[in-house]
């Protein structure tokens, strides 16, 4: 092992340094994880700009403690390991061993809270700290993050086995795309019986909402329509099976919800999925919808500001249904690597990561994140 | 049979006068039904102010075809049938003669649209007809409203037999508390297993709202409580098991979140009911409820403008799960009457009804009806 | 039109003959189809063999009015269509015309029972009669059966317009593919929280079981496994996506669970799914299942008399969930429709159909519709 | 604290002797509790008849380590608490200090096998041992089952603090009563739209089936009729909601079975559920069932052999949905005990306590458990 491990740090909004940290002793329980390729999330990029996380996300995401390593997307494989952590730190309880590939959800929960008690594989812990912006750099061990060539594994952290057959640039994927499991039960909430064949709408399709398209088909979706900003991301969004595509840019919001009016005998879309971050979104996105549709809301997980809304119309009358979505449930990464092996020939998961980057151009990587010609941009130490 | 019938017409907007119609002659499979009882709904009120039910409603509701005989809430006997009626206007199939008491679905469906087709029980049906609203008294037989002595029963109308041991100030409630059946389905959506022993906020708790609380205490909730403007109201809330009331005449709305708050460890509720029409109560209601509970909006029936939501808060971050609700299943009228029988013991269901009036007083009940020292006003021809 | 029309005819069980009937005139409502292509299916088989529907299927599926002419997996194009019935007889309300392909709903339901009444979509009318066996061809206009050159649709029957793109051997396949939508809600039901990459079994993949499996990998499933007597069909699940397959001809009982344990860590399906029609199927599909599974029977669609099961092993302890289904919803053609589009680049439905067969020539397609080299066998006028 | 504590212990199938253990001294995070009421269960007289719980319970269940001390439905106050403890050791995070009244999930989980990760709420852990049947008395500390003055709580106990308004005799019922709350889920299973207003059928109403009939009640049940052997726990029943009694001592299957049919319309119940342990209920109760109604199965907890079961006619052409039911959630103890003060009112929990032993009358106790003028027998230290 080396006696140095490097990293990238943010020590504070719009502010990025590499720095060296020791290489750390191991509690009993713990692991050492090489970092293979860490994902640039949209916190990443709010917290870079400094936005306010103010009701989402964990207590940590809404009072960063800088310096911190940013990187919460990780795979990797074991480097190091206690014999505590052998036999007890895969979340489905394999064993493991030096050199076994893995990923790992990055929120730590406390197991006691109500939330934790109550509510199924969410992370809404009273208490969770998430690795990649809840854990300070200048309190050892430090390595709390994906951008470095090593994170150190606390014994209560769930790591997952990446079976064989699925390449980094897939397995870095599963975080996000454990996200798009809120929509697993949401989509059949519409009114209706089942979501199969049913027209779905997704709002952005940047990393999440590409998941989340992704997701649609595999869940058995009849068209798929995906709006965007961006040429580059609806090009992509087709090649991931989206049957209409629409940019926001070059269409005026009326005319957006009259082309799925047109597409849908003039009732509106089953099911929407907002994935721009953009609050607007949201009341376009329900004049979308037809009556009992279900509309699941997944971008807004920054404070944006507030928008108007008609409870009559848009939520009312619609007899919408609203789901919104932040976390993603930690009992769903062995299904979103199973779903990673079966669908992968018709899906093609591997052109997902566009741009990769060095630890060092970690600030380089972080802008281009938030260029319109990119899919997942990567640290890949 | 008498030759002339009376009945209270709504000629425009704030004008009621008493008129006679001719006791119509029947069509093949047409009966008619004596009003015993016409109960007064919001959506009267709001069609007598000239308010607008926008995007919600029937299209006739939509554009009222002055004049119209109101009343959609009835119950009464069957006066005189047809032969081709006696098997085939009841829902269930049950034979009717004369002399039975009946309710009745306001609602008329065309049954062939795509709402009819694929979306159980609800009248979304884009071809609906409302009894008391989208008939116009000038047409003959004119008597499609229960202002009146005599309603004409179409052979396409749903019809429900009553059982024997409710009587006609319960049955009344039939359509309102057919609304509830909303909650069935939209209470078991918030994250977490079930809904039996959660706590519930009812905000408003008018006629609409006091048959939710109701609904709820039978589906097994936990704590109740009930929100309103009104002490009479509040009071008649605890006598149907209300836990805790709050007058929000007398409190301040970040004391009403902060008493919710306390009665549920900090968390906030499990399930909030919507139903005092006021669109504000939209994002205050959101404020009471815990992550991943689930609101439930019944009230902005009529359209109040807009107001402020930030999606991020209120949505997004709260994993909330919001529905909006309008119209009933037709369905459930006989559920509802089962309802009324086996829980009519320890819900007094029999008080709900607090004031009567003659059709020739229909212009003061409708205004009395808009008081707060009341709860359900009818009419009693 | 012709004034004679050919049609197969089964008299009585194991009888079939060619007659000619006279081409009728049409009331008004109704059209007439001219067959393309119509499916044999298990129950044509079972009534060929005089078997007993006793309890499940129609009434006149338990007692057969011969003569009939079988066929009720239909698919044609409009010959024939009267006025009312261009604007009235499409179930999505798209207008109709001559030449048009079309699949039917071969089950008439009556909208009036408690069934039709209370329970969305399935035709478990208490006074349903279907196309292929309900209607003696002695009475006229006789031709109610898809092993003719033309169907007489009545203006009762539910009929769904074919998108442009699915060819006929794939629209052939909306009545059992419509089957599947059983598995929808049902697979939804095991414990844990929803579908996606969950071990599914399908125990038996003649036609039935092949759509169901289809279906499962449409849902969204990890792991298939298939099981059946016959390796042409094996294969043939191999190249509709299933993982792993086993010949119950060539291992015992006890091995094929063996089997299912060591691909689940030991714990069973998540889903297991009997299309075999061999009742001691069941059981030993429970015993593949895991805790908290969801079994599905869709196969014993005959009375094949009993089996043994132990209540406390099968049932209790092992915490089934377990889904009896018969029939299939006239909600989802739609649906079905849309899938065929939407998955036929990936899934080769157009492989299905193996065998086609001359009206002249049904008591040998009947027959061959038995053996294990078959999948799909049709009657192609 | 008292030096010698007094227990009644199962040495070996059929046999009871009162022992004395020394007072334990407390390992970090654990507590003492005095027990005020234990609770005889069905499971404790299959072990005291040496009966098979081969497939269901836990390990434990499976293969006594006898000597034992029974009692696993166990209320009483806090002896004696350690600092852990007391912040650590309440289900939901409610500090715990001595005198105060507990009751106490009796199974203590793993919370690492596949079950515990992937399964909300049940006990269906790999690694489950349950207070009362699972541990060896001759271990020290020894008091882990409730028919003794004290037991042992060890730090990974699962315990609830019982609020003011619950006497002993009601919160001695919560591990009974949290069983049911496997109904919540599985009657809105039954096909149609909801569960409120239903027909229920409860076969078997002892203490368990008792608690079955009141859930259904709280849950907005129509009419429920109970079935049982002894008139002394039929006019229990009644005096808890049930609307129609039948003894199946006095009546033959068939006239059982069109009982039902006749209160239904000849169509069945909606819900079954199966309280009775004998196995032949199974297809008794399948057949009292409509169409797509919901059968659940709670009784056979032991293994009693087979039964005869036709497949097509219980299952398939019935569109029958099953629910095998065993243990209870450990989640839901919080509702149970709300439950009980919400719903104590019209419903007398406090009579469910049919009759009370003191520790030295253990054998006697259970013994008369068996009896039919018996509901629920306690050990009262």
């Not at 394999?94 to 199924?120: A, S």
């Not at 082309?259 to 994935?275: K, N, P, S």
């Not at 591997?350 to 938030?370: D, F, G, N, P």
């Amino acid at each position: 092992m080396p006696k140095r491990v490097k990293a990238a740090v943010m020590t504070a909004p719009g502010k990025i340094e590499i720095q060296e940290f020791p290489y750390p002793k191991l509690e009993s329980g713990a692991m050492m994880m090489k970092v293979e390729m860490s994902g640039i999330c949209g916190t990443d990029k709010h917290t870079y700009k400094g936005e306010n996380v103010q009701y989402a996300g964990t207590a940590s995401e809404r009072k960063t403690p800088f310096p911190i390593i940013p990187g919460h997307e990780n795979v990797g494989v074991v480097a190091e390991i206690t014999e505590e952590a052998k036999k007890g730190l895969e979340f489905y309880g394999e064993e493991l061993k030096e050199g076994d590939r893995i990923v790992m959800c990055p929120d730590v929960i406390c197991g006691k809270c109500w939330y934790c008690r109550q509510i199924h594989g969410y992370p809404w812990c009273e208490n969770v700290k998430g690795y990649g912006n809840a854990f300070s750099s200048k309190e050892p061990p430090s390595l709390f993050g994906g951008w470095a060539e090593y994170i150190y594994i606390r014994p209560d952290v769930f790591v997952y086995k990446v079976p064989e057959g699925i390449p980094k640039e897939v397995a870095v994927l599963a975080e996000p795309f454990a996200v798009t499991f809120a929509l697993d039960s949401a989509i059949h909430s519409s009114a209706g019986n089942g979501f199969c064949g049913d027209t779905v709408v997704v709002q952005g399709v940047g990393p999440l909402g590409l998941c989340c398209l992704i997701k649609a088909r595999i869940l058995g979706a009849g068209d798929i329509i995906a709006i965007d900003l961006s040429d580059f991301r609806l090009k992509m969004a087709e090649e991931f099976s989206a049957d209409y595509i629409l940019n926001a840019k070059k269409t005026e919001k009326d005319k957006r919800i009259d082309y799925i009016r047109e597409l849908t005998d003039g009732r509106g879309a089953d099911v929407v999925i907002g994935c721009t971050g953009v609050p607007d979104s949201f009341t376009e996105g329900l004049e979308m919808l037809r009556r009992g549709g279900a509309y699941i809301e997944l971008g807004n997980f920054v404070d944006t500001g507030t928008i108007n809304i008609n409870v009559h119309k848009h939520v009312c009358a619609k007899n919408a249904r609203i789901f919104g979505v932040t976390n993603h449930p930690f009992t769903k990464y062995g299904a979103t690597l199973k779903l990673f092996l079966k669908y992968g020939e018709q899906l093609p998961f591997k052109k997902i990561v566009t741009h990769r980057y060095k630890i060092q151009e970690a600030e380089t990587a972080l802008k281009k994140s938030m260029d319109e010609d990119t899919m997942k941009v990567v640290i890949e130490p």
